[in-house]
């Protein structure tokens, strides 16, 4: 006998909602009828998923790993639904894309609308979030595929190329690096950086790309977002590194800042579309990367 998916979906929210009230509410059953569908699960299973001596809901170690397992076998007949529904309409019903931050106010506006115009059956549901939990999200079935910058290492994920990102650095008006040509490998070791504040992995790419160790939290100003990094590099608080997709689209157009380019061979992120290995919509996704190239 084998575990229904009901169940295995009763014992996801329960890991989710953490009482068995709150996740009864969230597949919209009694209390009752999700609590006689784990006891049923933990017959199959032949172990007890859930601790019911504490106070709040607490898995064990098995239903650690049934929830783990569940949420994969959850996204793949989610998968199956969704491609049966489109079957030879590619881009088509519903497709939840992740973005990161420092893309999504650049790409979207330049892309979407001829998006839209060439799979107008498409219903995008997009959740902008640091590529950590885009991961994640994409790993538990909760989103389709996402936008992401790489490198970035992540198990278990494929992607398809949209294009390369360079990376710039920014100075205050009057500062020595904002003046005369191209910045020299090096010439920023021992400046004052601005970087985006930890989980951006703009911020590990542009140190790793100019060979700069990740300064110390307490020597390093940071911002929590790429509009604000602009206005503390604006109020000469020092140097910092922005995306050329930002810049051309006029997140720089401050009188009181200076962008620059690297000289030798240009730093660069690799913009793409991610998806779950072995997700049924890997074909959606690539075309989804191809229609995003700009």
Sequence with gaps: MLPTLRQLQY???LAEHGSFSRAAEAASVSQPALSAGI???ERVLGAPVVDRTRGAVQLTAVGTEAVARAEDVLARTEDLVEAAKNAGRPLSGRLRLGIIPTVAPFLL???LPSLKAAYPSLRLFIREDLTSRLIAGLKAGQLDCAVIALPYAASGIDHARIGDDE???AAPVGHPLASGGDIQPGALRGEDLILLEDGHCLRDQALAAVDIDAPRGED????????TLVQMVSSGLGVSFLPAMAVRAGLADDAGVVIRSFAAEAPSREIVVAWRKGS?????ARLLAEAMRV
């Design 109 to 111: 506006p330049a892309t």
């Design 220 to 227: 390093v100003f940071a911002a929590t977002s790429l509009h």
């Design 280 to 284: 049924s919509r890997a074909a959606e």
């Design 11 to 13: 014992l996801k929210l």
């Design 39 to 41: 006891q049923e699960l």
């Design 167 to 169: 990376i710039l650095a």
